[in-house]
């Protein structure tokens, strides 16, 4: 016999136990973007690899072992698995025009594919939800989005996430900085791991985003670009702080926030929970103004954030969250041949009401059928014998706290069920 088939390593199942969680989650956030004015954008799972080397940069973690790429067999065209969401989201943006005419509010959901080492908030499957504004430049848009994903937190019921932020600044800071940064990683050289050494030259910033334990003291230590920042990226982030605090949102600067991709400047900003162990990050972000360009695009600035669905999710459960059931409001029982015929039309027609309802298909008995309704959930039991049928009618049992089973007619139970 031949060996079963799994799931590829770090792919999951998302099976029907967990689908009330993720439902709630999809349903709350679809509502909260409209409460803001965003539009979805939907774009396919595979790019062209050039891309994201263009976009998150050639030494980040993502680009350099992170990212499933193959060729296309047909044409040897060089492809990816997208291992996040903005560059197509941009592409798209750039391809399509859409900042023609005015600036744009985007978000998208969906699977991202990066090759990391499975572990519990680390996948090589996982889901976002990202949001992307395209063509502001103010940090009334930075603030918009702390406040929008602050108030996402409070409708979920999330406890325990705290904002951290940090400042870029521009090109030339960073360039600066740069400059100090190496020599300061150059005095260290002894205690650089291999990814450091390898990033000292090319993209030390990136070193400040180690995730080894053992860099952690060397990375804290290092010098912050607040020295280096100019002086309208210091009045960006000012201003941002100031709207945050007239929103009253809390926050805490860290300077060693760089965030993993190449694109960012000025503000960047992460949520993180030390509910989760050492994958704390349920949200994070910034501003890419000069990515549009880069990409092939008339410049404009832009800024966005995505979130970690699983992460967010995990979090939830860590709460003891109980999403709500979703369970249908009637299970219809039936049983004998005029009743068999009227089952189906009378479904469709507390269905053509607005309700939801499960009709018990494959036979059996009363006794099994009513099982089957009580495992439903469902809140009532519609029952069909043929005596009922006969006379048009049903009988409806409640099945959750109480309450006696009654005969009516169709419509007298769609008006009670609809109560
Ligand atoms: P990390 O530092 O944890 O590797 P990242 O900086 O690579 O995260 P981003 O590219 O900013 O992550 O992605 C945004 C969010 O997506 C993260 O904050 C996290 O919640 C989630 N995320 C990223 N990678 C994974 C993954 N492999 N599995 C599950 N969630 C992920
Ligand atoms: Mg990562």
């Given at each position: 016999?031949?060996?079963?088939?799994?799931?590829?390593?770090?792919?999951?199942?998302?099976?029907?136990?967990?689908?009330?969680?993720?439902?709630?989650?999809?349903?709350?956030?679809?509502?909260?973007?409209?409460?803001?004015?965003?539009?979805?954008?939907?774009?396919?799972?595979?790019?062209?690899?050039?891309?994201?080397?263009?976009?998150?940069?050639?030494?980040?973690?993502?680009?350099?072992?992170?990212?499933?790429?193959?060729?296309?067999?047909?044409?040897?065209?060089?492809?990816?698995?997208?291992?996040?969401?903005?560059?197509?989201?941009?592409?798209?943006?750039?391809?399509?025009?859409?900042?023609?005419?005015?600036?744009?509010?985007?978000?998208?959901?969906?699977?991202?594919?990066?090759?990391?080492?499975?572990?519990?908030?680390?996948?090589?499957?996982?889901?976002?939800?990202?949001?992307?504004?395209?063509?502001?430049?103010?940090?009334?848009?930075?603030?918009?989005?702390?406040?929008?994903?602050?108030?996402?937190?409070?409708?979920?019921?999330?406890?325990?996430?705290?904002?951290?932020?940090?400042?870029?600044?521009?090109?030339?800071?960073r360039a600066r900085y740069r400059e100090r940064l190496i020599g300061y990683f150059e005095q260290h050289a002894g205690e650089l791991d291999v990814d450091a050494k390898r990033r000292l030259h090319s993209n030390p910033l990136r070193i400040l985003d180690s995730k080894n334990p053992a860099m952690q003291a060397l990375v804290e230590a290092a010098p912050s670009l607040m020295e280096d920042l100019d002086e309208l990226s210091h009045m960006h982030f000012e201003q941002l702080q100031a709207m945050l605090s007239a929103a009253g949102i809390e926050y805490r600067i860290n300077p060693r926030l760089v965030r993993g991709l190449d694109y960012y400047n000025a503000t960047v900003f992460e949520w993180v929970t030390t509910r989760l162990g050492a994958q704390g990050t349920v949200c994070a972000g910034g501003r890419y103004d000069s990515l549009i360009e880069q990409i092939g695009g008339k410049p404009a600035p832009a800024c966005g954030y995505a979130m970690g669905v699983e992460r967010l999710l995990a979090l939830l459960q860590e709460q003891g969250f109980q999403p709500p059931a979703l369970a249908p409001d009637a299970y219809i029982v039936h049983l004998g041949v005029v009743a068999d015929a009227l089952a189906p039309l009378a479904a469709e027609q507390l269905r053509d009401a607005g309700l939801a309802v499960v009709m018990h298909c494959g036979g059996g008995s009363f006794k099994s059928q009513m099982k089957k309704a009580n495992a439903s959930l469902a809140r009532f039991a519609v029952i069909i014998g043929d005596d009922e049928a006969l006379a048009g009618e049903v009988s409806v049992k409640p099945l959750r706290g109480g309450g006696e089973q009654a005969r009516m007619s169709i419509q007298a139970a769609i008006d009670f069920l609809s109560l």
């Open positions: 016999m031949s060996k079963t088939i799994q799931a590829v390593r770090g792919m999951n199942d998302i099976l029907p136990a967990d689908a009330a969680l993720w439902e709630y989650f999809e349903d709350t956030v679809r509502d909260w973007l409209r409460a803001y004015g965003y539009t979805q954008i939907r774009t396919p799972v595979v790019e062209a690899t050039d891309l994201f080397v263009r976009s998150i940069g050639e030494v980040t973690d993502i680009v350099e072992k992170e990212m499933y790429s193959f060729e296309d067999r047909l044409n040897g065209e060089r492809l990816t698995l997208r291992p996040e969401g903005t560059a197509s989201c941009v592409r798209a943006v750039i391809e399509h025009n859409l900042l023609y005419n005015a600036p744009q509010r985007l978000w998208y959901t969906g699977p991202m594919f990066r090759h990391e080492r499975p572990q519990k908030g680390r996948y090589r499957q996982f889901h976002q939800v990202g949001v992307e504004s395209l063509g502001y430049d103010g940090p009334d848009m930075d603030a918009e989005h702390i406040l929008m994903t602050a108030r996402l937190w409070k409708l979920l019921g999330l406890q325990d996430v705290a904002l951290e932020i940090n400042t870029l600044g521009s090109s030339e800071a």
